[in-house]
Nanobody, 126 residues
Framework: QVQLVESGGGLVQAGDSLRPSCQASRRTFSNYAMGWFRQAPGKEREFVAAISWIGAGGFTGYSDSVKGRFTISRDNAKNTLYLQMNNLKPEDTAVYYC?????????????????WGQGTQVTVSS
């Protein structure tokens, strides 16, 4: 069982930055692919970014809508996942969810996820 707790969301203006984080409970955090997903009101949950487990070299993947603006990273010593979000836009407004899965970045892009966090709200005003 992996428990995931997000923090670091908030209300910002367009063009600002945020860095939400996700604290994982399990010591084998480094053995899981980790990802961020988001869900806006009235929309389905969508993939944002993912990073592979340590054995796969920390390979990353991003959705086209955030590529070049967001950066996913992980600190395996601290069991913590981060999402650096720069140049935020109003369309980035959503609840952001941390996720963990023993699979790969490719499977996470298909929304195959074993463990979810409770989410953190990110609101970007224009």
């Amino acid at each position: 069982q992996v428990q995931l707790v997000e923090s670091g969301g908030g209300l910002v203006q367009a063009g600002d930055s945020l860095r939400p984080s996700c604290q994982a409970s399990r010591r084998t955090f480094s053995n899981y692919a980790m990802g961020w997903f988001r869900q806006a009101p009235g929309k389905e949950r969508e993939f944002v970014a993912a990073i592979s487990w340590i054995g796969a070299g920390g390979f990353t993947g991003y959705s086209d809508s955030v590529k070049g603006r967001f950066t996913i990273s992980r600190d395996n010593a601290k069991n913590t996942l981060y999402l650096q979000m720069n140049n935020l836009k109003p369309e980035d407004t959503a609840v952001y969810y941390c996720a963990a899965d023993p699979g790969s970045v490719a499977t996470m892009k298909g929304l195959k996820v074993r463990y979810w966090g409770q989410g953190t709200q990110v609101t970007v005003s224009s």
